[in-house]
């Protein structure tokens, strides 16, 4: 019960980043967090309907958006300014 407590914030938490970045003009990041908010419904949704075993192809698609959300994220070197690092590759 408590994980789907925690996947229930973590998908309003990423809605609500994806609208700040959104509004202040950071598409690429405002779509990868959009993109890991519909990753996390797809395993927090489908994932206790279908059983173990039903769910290991939800859980496969969820991965995949949450690994395309990251790369989405990180594509524009925003959050590498907000730690202190550069943009160099």
Do not use: Q
Request: proline share 3%; aromatic share 8%; net charge negative.
């Amino acid at each position: 019960m408590l994980w789907a407590i925690d996947g229930a914030g973590l998908v309003m938490a990423a809605s609500m980043l994806a609208i700040k970045y959104f509004r202040t003009g950071n598409d690429v990041v405002a779509g990868g967090f959009l993109v890991f908010a519909i990753g996390e419904g797809v395993i927090m949704l489908s994932g206790p309907a279908a059983g173990l075993a039903g769910s290991t192809p939800a859980f496969a698609a969820g991965t995949a958006l949450a690994a395309l959300c990251r790369r989405g994220m990180s594509a524009v070197g925003h959050f590498s300014e907000v730690a202190g690092g550069t943009d160099d590759p």
